[in-house]
């Protein structure tokens, strides 16, 4: 069956540590996108890919760092940067066309600073 | 700037009872309207989209509009159960990415 595969399912990352979700799909979408959600709050867009090799700034982009290398695959990498990182991560991707069709998520990263 | 609003934010119902969920966005230039279940710890599964040109989708025992010169989308659950009970999620599409709403927790009891 087609989807996104999101890994870990949980993370602890230590303090100053670098640490990378993982996100691969077999739908054959072009566009891929990292979101951010915390209680309370609506989902927050981290970074976005329209193509292999290209990627754009989201919302709430400070901290965070990704790579478009291959069609399937779209790693976000949580920064010691990032002073706030413990959250749940969504991975999604959508075909090409404007409107044509929706979002397919993956089951989520939930990551914890401990 | 795009912003999405869903009302109400909870909602506790007995089994058997009609709902609507109300979800408004401020910039009606959105290619669709996408509506999303999300259980406790879990991703997000699709319900319904609509697109632009679209009025209506139906799925089942769910029915979600849309007035895009409102700026306003209603989900309505027919008959609702205790298996509905999830947060529902608003996004709408527009600039090729998802701007979401911070949702309805819904709790369904017997």
């Known amino acids: 069956d087609g989807g996104i595969t999101q890994s870990p399912k949980y993370l602890f990352r230590k303090e100053g540590q670098n640490v990378t979700l993982s996100c691969e799909q077999n739908l054959n979408h072009d566009a891929m996108y990292w979101y951010r959600q915390d209680p309370g709050q609506g989902l927050r867009l981290i970074y976005y890919s329209q193509i292999v090799n290209d990627f754009q700034k989201g919302d709430i982009a400070e901290g965070y760092s990704v790579s478009r290398e291959k069609k399937e695959s779209f790693p976000l990498t949580v920064t010691s940067a990032q002073k706030n990182p413990t959250a749940f991560y969504l991975c999604?991707?959508?075909?090409?066309?404007?409107?044509?069709?929706?979002?397919?998520f993956g089951s989520g990263t939930r990551l914890t600073v401990v | 700037k795009q912003e999405v609003t869903q009302i109400p934010a909870a909602l506790s119902v007995p089994e058997g009872e009609n709902l609507v969920l109300n979800c408004s966005f401020t910039d009606s230039a959105i290619y669709n309207l996408q509506w999303f279940r999300q259980d406790p710890g879990k991703g997000l599964t699709s319900l319904l989209l609509?697109?632009?040109?679209?009025r209506e989708q139906t799925s089942g025992r769910l029915n979600a509009s849309l007035d895009k010169s409102s700026g306003r989308s209603t989900l309505y659950i027919a008959a609702s159960q205790p298996g509905d009970s999830a947060t529902y999620l608003c996004?709408?599409?527009?600039?090729?990415?998802?701007?979401f709403g911070t949702g309805t927790r819904l709790q369904v009891f017997p």
């Open positions: 609509i697109q632009s040109s679209q």
């Open positions: 996004a709408v599409d527009n600039t090729d990415k998802l701007i």
């Open positions: 999604a991707s959508r075909p090409p066309g404007q409107g044509a069709s929706g979002y397919t």
